[in-house]
């Protein structure tokens, strides 16, 4: 069965840099696109970041754009999110998605449980 198991979370302070990764099974990682997306407390959830099945196109949210870089590696079946410059804001619940298709389409079919990532002094 299609399991994503994200991890990298914790505490950092603003400023500072946090890497999750999400470490995929149970389907063609290559073949499909995958996203990070986040939940703040008591806020609904914000899409942050896409990327084609190839890597060859990426796609970020303003409030992330210039501090969050996603990539992947195929050959380890993972996708990651470097996340620099990180503002108190950011402190959410991270999520990664299986995306439906090979290209960045925004429909997803597959959620892993999340990694919790506050930004505080």
């Known amino acids: 069965q299609v399991q994503l198991v994200e991890s990298g979370g914790g505490l950092a302070q603003p400023g500072g840099s946090l890497r999750l990764s999400c470490a995929a099974s149970g389907f063609t990682f290559s073949s499909y696109a995958m996203s990070w997306a986040r939940q703040a407390p008591g806020k609904g959830l914000e899409w942050v970041s896409g990327i084609y099945s190839d890597g060859s196109d990426t796609y970020y949210a303003d409030s992330v754009k210039g501090r969050f870089t996603i990539s992947r590696d195929n050959a380890k079946n993972t996708v990651y999110l470097q996340m620099n410059s990180l503002k108190p804001e950011d402190t959410a619940l991270y999520y990664c998605?299986?995306?439906?298709?090979?290209?960045?389409?925004?429909?997803?079919?597959?959620w892993g449980q999340g990694t919790q990532v506050t930004v505080s002094s």
């Open positions: 998605a299986k995306d439906r298709f090979s290209s960045w389409s925004q429909e997803y079919d597959y």
